[in-house]
């Protein structure tokens, strides 16, 4: 009974998540999101290529934007690991949510090519998937103190 409402509970926050990022990496003006038909495709596909640029020309590019771009990746998909292990149980192992979680950002990645909103970008994969395992530890952790200070057995 109590797993259920805690299933729920997190059902609804990833679909708020879902949508949340969604805004932000399609539709967000802030972020410059606004898609341009005359665009052109814009990827990379070199891995530590745009990380190593955002570091080395730091100052150049501004410090907002190279938290927003390194971290910002990286935050971004750590709810996607919190949360998904607690709607589904059979997503509860690190490499089946980092694996999930890969997958999740590759489908972003190529809708936002070929939305022509964003850029196709392998480090964007490579942080986005730091975020989701990163994620998931966090919900491991938070899960045994959950358990730890109720005294419940976990499984």
Do not use: C
């Not at 358990?147 to 976990?154: F, L, T």
């Amino acid at each position: 009974m109590k797993k259920n409402r805690h299933r729920k509970h997190a059902f609804v926050l990833l679909i708020l998540y879902l949508v949340l990022l969604t805004y932000y990496l399609f539709f967000a003006e802030t972020l410059g999101r606004t898609p341009d038909s005359h665009a052109e495709y814009s990827y990379n596909l070199v891995l530590f290529k745009e990380i190593r640029r955002f570091i080395v020309h730091r100052e150049l590019l501004g410090y907002k934007a190279v938290l927003l771009n390194l971290i910002g990746n990286i935050v971004a998909f750590m709810p996607f690991g919190f949360i998904l292990p607690e709607v589904w149980d059979q997503l509860n192992k690190w490499h089946i949510i980092t694996i999930q979680g890969f997958l999740f950002s590759l489908g972003i990645e190529i809708a936002q090519l070929t939305a022509h909103v964003g850029s196709f970008d392998v480090d964007d994969l490579l942080l986005n998937t730091i975020g989701v395992l990163i994620g998931y530890i966090m919900f491991v952790v938070a899960k045994g103190v959950w358990y730890s200070y109720n005294g419940e057995n976990w499984k």
